[in-house]
């Protein structure tokens, strides 16, 4: 009787050593997946430069980000697209606009920050006369 339950223990205490392996793998996995930002999103801290050939299609990408607030997403959100959009009036340095529509492209939200890509076309940046 003994040996049986020294056997069924031993069974036990290997069943849960096998789970908690196969936890911890899938932690170090999630973390290592979960750091491999999209190019786009690795290049967000970087200013906007309107070059001639972004120009001359008449569209160009931006990318926002912000700190993740996990209790307000939508706030964290707008904060990524706002800063998307300061970006693209610092580009344009001395001309007073007004960025009327973007469109988004994509999202990605990370442990810690979200990012936003915009899409904004010319059509949607008037000059103001101020």
């Not at 020294?6 to 789970?19: C, P, Q």
């Not at 299609?57 to 607030?69: A, P, Q, T, Y």
Request: hydrophobic content about 45%.
């Amino acid at each position: 009787m003994w040996i049986k339950c020294a056997k069924s223990w031993a069974w036990l205490k290997s069943r849960v050593l096998m789970k908690c392996l196969a936890i911890a793998l899938a932690l170090v996995l999630g973390v290592a997946w979960g750091k491999s930002l999209p190019k786009w999103a690795r290049d967000c801290s970087k200013g906007v430069q309107i070059e001639k050939t972004q120009t001359k299609d008449e569209k160009f990408l931006v990318c926002g980000m912000s700190d993740i607030l996990l209790s307000d997403m939508d706030y964290s959100l707008s904060s990524a697209r706002q800063n998307a959009l300061e970006k693209v009036m610092e580009a344009f340095k001395g001309d007073k606009i007004e960025i009327k529509a973007s469109e988004l492209k994509a999202t990605f939200i990370d442990t810690d920050k979200v990012y936003v890509l915009l899409k904004i076309t010319k059509r949607h940046v008037a000059l103001t006369n101020e």
